[in-house]
C-alpha cells in the first residue's frame, strides 16, 4: 500500500467514525437535564452579589431525602480572596471573617461545609498570628444536606451565607454575616423560593 492509499483510508475511516458518532448522538434525542424523557431533574440554582462577591447556590443531586447544595463565592475584582472556613467568627485578631454556609427548617447539614480550594496563611500588617485564606479567586464550599420536618421532608429551609473578600493590596470590602436564601423542600427536591 503506497503513502497516497493509507491516507486516504485513514481518512474514510476517520469520516466514517465521525458519522457514527453523530448517528449515535442524534438516536439519543439530544435531551438535557431535566428535559422530558430524563429521569433526573435539573438542579436548582440562584445567585445574588453583595459587598463585591458574587455567590451563586446550587442544589443537586437529589435523591429521597439527601442532596447536596454548592455555594460557588467569586469575588467581582481581581486580586481578592476569601477567608477560610475555620477562621474564627470574630476573625484573627479581628482581621477577617470566616466563609460560611449553614442551613435551617425543613433542611440539615449532613456533614460539614468541604471547600474546592487549600488554605494557605498571610500574614496581615498588625496582626500577630497568620490568616487563614483561600487563594484569590473564586471557592466553591460543598454541603450535604438531608431533608428534616413534617415526615415528608416537604417545607420551608434557609440557607445563610458569610463571607468577607480582601486583597493584600487593596485592602477589604465589608464582610456579609447571615445572608438568608429560601429553599422549597418537596418530596421531589429542593428548589429555590424568592421571599
Known sequence: ????????????????????????????????????????????????????????????????????????????????????????????????????????????ADGRPAASANVRSITVPGVEAPVPVYPDGPVTLTLPVRAHGNGNGDGAATVLLGYASCSTRDGCTIPVSGHPVHLNVTAAGATFSPR
Not at 10 to 26: D, E, W
Open 1 to 108: 500500500m503506497n503513502a497516497a492509499q493509507y491516507l486516504r483510508g485513514s481518512r474514510a475511516a476517520r469520516v466514517s467514525a465521525l458519522l457514527l458518532c453523530s448517528a449515535a448522538l442524534t438516536a439519543c434525542g439530544g435531551h438535557r437535564a431535566g428535559e422530558a424523557g430524563d429521569a433526573r431533574p435539573a438542579a436548582a440554582t440562584t445567585s445574588f452579589t453583595e459587598q463585591g462577591v458574587t455567590v451563586t447556590l446550587t442544589v443537586s443531586g437529589w435523591h429521597g431525602s439527601t442532596g447536596t447544595l454548592s455555594a460557588v463565592f467569586t469575588p467581582e475584582r481581581k486580586g481578592f480572596h476569601l477567608y477560610s472556613t475555620d477562621l474564627p467568627a470574630d476573625g484573627v485578631e479581628g482581621v477577617g471573617r470566616p466563609t460560611a454556609m449553614t442551613v435551617s427548617g425543613a433542611v440539615r
